[in-house]
């Protein structure tokens, strides 16, 4: 017989009224780390608190419960699937696809993918990136010829992570702009309708489908052919829905936060005074690139949510079986345990083992292939234009509204 585990003195549940999550940022810090994550890691690391949608659930905000969290199989994605679970997004989680998996599954279906993306595989594609990255430089020249701002957002931070992974999996560039009203849809939380996710997602599988059938009669050099390959000689492997699933994913993964955090380092570098000392300093920009990562809160704490499978400890808390939990990573990443003056920028930090591509089975696959593209990226503006500055102030700057990752809908410069 199950029983309701005993609770430590600093329950979430004995706290009153759970507040509401997520919570609001400072309109003025539009890509600030919310000040509550700061009273939860003192105070109460496993707080219970209200969601958007299903009821309440368990908000864990220290590092090492975080990475707990995502790494024990006793918290799973899959039990969250078709359940109308406490969450931060509307939809409720949809099968078939790697997000809702757990492992086994979830490990034979990455097993396919990870190959292409192992830092050695991803090395192979340096020269293809620079060529882009300089390309779309010279584009952004072009376009400040009369002497006008250039909008970074629309001639460098999208077409650059859309062209790299669509060259990756096959897509001809007559198809490239399709992607990203499908991107801006599947990362919205609430702002599309339940209707129009439904119809851009279902023409988004027709494409994908006549995509993989053109690609079946005429393979290429590509991971989607590689992909269409391991479906076809092994069935068992993968099956078509599986394959195109795991294709969508990628390609939106991909693309949407890549693109957001390119234009997200700009205008952090930027507005806090080190675009200058990078530019002059370029030997630190691998530790350049992880501080971003790390300082920049690319989602407000919309994250997906777990259900504990039995009963489980996280940080000194028991949970019942059956509960929903949220680990935020963005909080994660401002743990004083871990990191030295967290709330700092600190350009030169050295040990910094970051949770920005998270941790455990649902570790970022593409995290390598995203490295690569936002270092050759920073490291060519930087060169290009070391004295870039914003064309409008940084209160000016218009963010995007309703979506699951924050970054500027346009990031004018002058330079």
């Known amino acids: 017989m199950t029983t309701t585990p005993e609770r430590t003195a600093h329950d979430p549940a004995d706290t009153g009224k759970a507040p509401a999550f997520p919570f609001e940022s400072d309109p003025g810090l539009p890509l600030d780390v919310p000040a509550e994550f700061t009273r939860l890691r003192e105070q109460c690391p496993v707080q219970r608190v209200t969601l958007p949608y299903g009821g309440e659930g368990h908000l864990v905000s220290r590092y090492a419960d975080v990475k707990q969290v995502l790494s024990d199989r006793r918290l799973s994605r899959a039990a969250t699937v078709g359940l109308d679970v406490p969450r931060t997004v509307r939809e409720v989680t949809a ?5 809702a998996m757990d492992p086994p599954e979830h490990t034979r279906l990455r097993r396919l993918v990870a190959s292409a993306f192992t830092e050695r ?3 192979r594609w340096r ?20 002497g006008g701002p250039v909008d970074l957002v629309a001639h460098f931070s999208m077409p650059l992570p859309m062209t790299v992974i669509c060259e990756l999996l096959g897509v001809p560039p007559k198809d490239r702009h399709y992607f990203r009203r499908v991107a801006e849809v599947a990362f919205s939380n609430g702002s599309a309708s339940s209707e129009e996710m439904q119809k851009v997602g279902e023409e988004f599988g027709t494409y994908l489908f006549g995509h993989i059938g053109r690609l079946r009669e ?18 068992d492997r993968l099956t078509e829905a599986e394959l195109i699933s795991l294709a969508g994913t990628i390609l939106l993964a991909g693309y949407e936060t890549t693109a957001a955090e ?6 952090t570098l930027l507005t806090q005074d080190r675009w200058t000392w990078l530019a002059a ?39 019942a079986a059956g509960e929903s939990v949220i680990a935020a990573m963005i909080s994660a990443n401002r743990d004083a345990d871990i990191f030295d003056n967290p709330d700092e920028l600190d ?31 920073l490291s060519s503006l930087l060169k290009a234009f070391p004295d870039l500055r914003l064309a409008t102030t940084a209160t000016d700057v218009p963010w995007r509204e309703g979506s699951l990752v924050r970054g500027p809908v346009e990031l004018l410069l002058h330079w």
């Open 121 to 123: 595989a991803v090395q």
């Open 218 to 235: 005429n393979p290429g050099d590509d991971l989607m052919s590689q992909m269409i390959a391991a479906r076809d000689e092994d069935e």
């Open 262 to 267: 390119l234009s997200n380092f700009v205008y």
């Open 127 to 146: 020269p293809r990136v620079q060529e882009i990255v300089d390309g779309l430089i010279a584009g952004l020249r072009a376009q400040a010829a009369d």
């Open 95 to 99: 099968p078939g696809h790697l997000l």
């Open 347 to 377: 350009l030169e930090r050295a040990h910094n083992p970051h949770l920005a591509f998270g941790h455990g089975p649902h570790h970022c696959t593409g995290a390598q292939l995203a490295r690569l593209e936002l270092r050759l990226a």
């Open 281 to 319: 300093h370029p030997e630190h920009l691998d530790t350049a690139v992880e501080e971003l990562l790390r300082y920049i809160a690319l989602g407000g704490g919309d994250v997906l949510p777990r259900l504990t499978t039995e009963d489980v400890e996280i940080g000194g808390t028991l949970l």
